[in-house]
């Protein structure tokens, strides 16, 4: 079963609890929430205050995807606002391990997001010590971007690094995904589908299109 994570970023910002609640109750598997702080990536999103916010709206998982540099600045206040999935960039972080002992101190799921030409392989070293690797098929910051055609073809890669685990990886992938590309990013081993673009534009019903993307709406 395809796990789908509406991201907020394109819901409407006036109304975020009300647009949590909506997905929620429209079958979303968890709530993805862009961090960016306007030098990691160009655009300026959302900070702790406003995921403390929006905690009590839903009970799903709140999978954080932090799109800032120095990202060690503001782990434990994204742990204390209610993420129960942190995600750093491999390229934001220096030092990525501590980095990661930081995030699972709190107890909560640890990720790590590699940009579009970032390699599996950078993550040799650490693929055990983590729960989940978002690969980014878009350059991150903004929403409704296509597809970068050749970006899933690191997800068998980091399948095979993640072989010798005793937990199985989870692997999300974020940035272009429609009915059309959720098949495809399906195929090469994806267990989590981030949409934002997918899920809030268009007409408006968030059920019918959580379920276009799930492939049940036939
Ligand atoms: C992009 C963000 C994505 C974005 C996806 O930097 O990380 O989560 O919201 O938006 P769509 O699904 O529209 O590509
Ligand atoms: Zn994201």
Do not use: C, W
Not at 1 to 20: C, Q, V
Not at 159 to 169: H, Q, S, T
């Amino acid at each position: 079963m395809r796990m789908i994570a509406p991201s907020i970023l394109s819901a409407d910002f006036a109304r975020l609890g009300e647009e949590i609640r909506a997905v929620d109750a429209a079958g979303a598997d968890l709530i993805h929430i862009d961090v960016m702080d306007g030098h990691f990536v160009p655009n300026l999103t959302i900070g702790p205050d406003v995921v403390k916010a929006l905690r009590p709206h839903s009970q799903l998982l709140f999978d954080v995807h932090l799109m800032i540099s120095q990202p060690e600045r503001y782990i434990d206040a994204f742990a204390a606002a209610g993420a129960d999935i942190l995600t750093v960039h491999q390229e934001a972080g220096v030092h990525l391990h501590r980095l990661v002992q930081m995030i699972r101190a709190h107890e909560i799921k640890v990720g790590i997001s590699l940009n579009p030409a970032t390699p599996a392989g950078t993550l040799e070293d650490i693929i055990d010590e983590i729960d989940l690797v978002l690969v980014m098929t878009v350059n991150p910051g903004f929403g409704g971007q296509k597809m970068i055609p050749g970006a899933l073809k690191k997800i068998s890669r980091l399948r095979e690094l993640a072989r010798n685990r005793e937990k199985p990886l989870l692997i999300e992938v974020d940035g272009g995904i429609t009915p059309e590309t959720i098949g495809p990013a399906e195929t090469a081993g994806a267990d989590i589908f981030v949409a934002g673009s997918a899920v809030f534009k268009g007409t408006g019903d968030y059920r019918a299109n959580i379920e276009a993307l799930k492939g049940e709406s036939a």
